[in-house]
């Protein structure tokens, strides 16, 4: 998995490619988490290049999005794969994800 952290001027991106697993998940939440204490009015997330996303990867967006919210940050998804919708619709985990799809520009 790869992330790479942009800083433009209208919010944060960490872009995650790659797989999402039991080693790799947590490395999302600690980036994001790391974003949030600079306290952006919004940080975005683009999922679109990830290629394997287990339940570990649910839990980093679950972590994110408390510290997002106790931050008062907007965290939003720009994009996601397909294999990362399913899951969390198969695991209905997207009802506790309150996360907007953010505007393809940014």
């Known amino acids: 998995m790869t992330l790479d ?4 001027r209208h919010a944060p ?12 998940a947590h490395l999302i939440s600690e980036l994001a988490e790391h974003v949030i204490t600079r306290r952006p009015a919004r ?3 683009d999922l679109s290049g990830v290629t394997f996303f ?6 980093a967006l679950l972590r994110t999005q408390r510290a997002a919210e106790s931050a008062e940050v907007t965290l ?4 996601a ?3 990362v919708t399913y899951l969390l ?9 309150d996360i907007p799809v953010a505007n393809a520009s940014r």
Do not use: F, Q, Y
């Open 13 to 24: 991106l960490i872009v995650v490619s790659g797989e999402v697993d039991m080693s790799t």
């Open 76 to 79: 939003a998804l720009r994009a």
């Open 5 to 8: 952290l942009h800083n433009d």
């Open 43 to 45: 940080l975005v997330l």
């Open 54 to 59: 287990s339940a570990h990867g649910i839990s």
């Open 89 to 97: 619709a198969v695991t209905s985990a997207g009802i506790n994800l």
């Open 81 to 83: 794969a397909p294999c």
